[in-house]
């Protein structure tokens, strides 16, 4: 089984994100020892974003260029590594009331026509089935528990949009909201991100139904 864990924050060792993408990996490797993980940090490593030199993956056209050469190599690196993967596990740090430039930036790379969909006569089709997703969300303030704070929240329902138009459909989350509302709220909301993480990984089958005889 392959583990592809991402990081987006840019707050290095003060992210609470990637405190709990790393807790999640372990907790996950833990019950799948035989686990491959592989990293990508998006603030580190961030995709330039889309221009028209990056466009070759959707148009099909050869490369004219060394830059569009380049950009091409940028997208297929990184939707060869998100295809190889067969867990997910994303750190979704929230910013401006969604996700960060960064990871978007990895989105627009690995969704591809011929590789992760695909338009058919009755709509479009995911390729990638089959994948499990774990997004861990943090957010500063408190989203999830008002009609206001969900109209405002467009983190999870963007990601799950995303992944589902790859054909993605186990995606989860891992929420811990209210970090910048005091030290009491910021630890509460770290333990409930915890036992959200703990439950995932317990509910999740040893060895994925599609992977058993491979």
Request: net charge negative; no cysteine.
């Amino acid at each position: 089984m392959k583990l592809l864990h991402i990081d987006s924050s840019i707050l290095g060792g003060n992210s609470v994100s990637r405190q709990l993408t790393a807790e999640a990996v372990q907790a996950w490797s833990a019950v799948h020892p035989n686990t491959q993980v592989d990293y990508l940090d998006l603030a580190v490593d961030t995709p330039p974003h889309l221009s028209a030199q990056a466009l070759g993956f959707r148009t099909g056209q050869e490369a004219a260029t060394e830059e569009e050469r380049n950009q091409n190599a940028i997208s297929e690196r990184l939707v060869s590594q998100f295809l190889a993967a067969d867990v997910i596990v994303i750190g979704s740090p929230f910013y401006n009331f969604g996700i960060n430039t960064q990871l978007r930036s990895w989105i627009d790379r690995i969704l591809q026509p011929g590789r992760t969909f695909r338009y058919t006569a009755t709509g479009p089709e995911g390729l990638a089935a089959g994948k499990k997703v774990i997004v861990v969300a943090t957010r500063g303030g408190v989203y999830s528990t008002s009609e206001a704070g969900r109209a405002n929240e467009h983190q999870e329902g963007y990601l799950k949009t995303i992944f589902g138009f790859a054909g993605v459909t186990d995606v989860q989350f891992a929420r811990a909201e209210g970090l910048a509302m005091g030290e009491a709220p910021r630890a509460a909301a770290i333990a409930q991100a915890q036992q959200d993480i703990a439950h995932i990984v317990a509910a999740a089958p040893a060895v994925a139904p599609e992977k058993a005889t491979a």
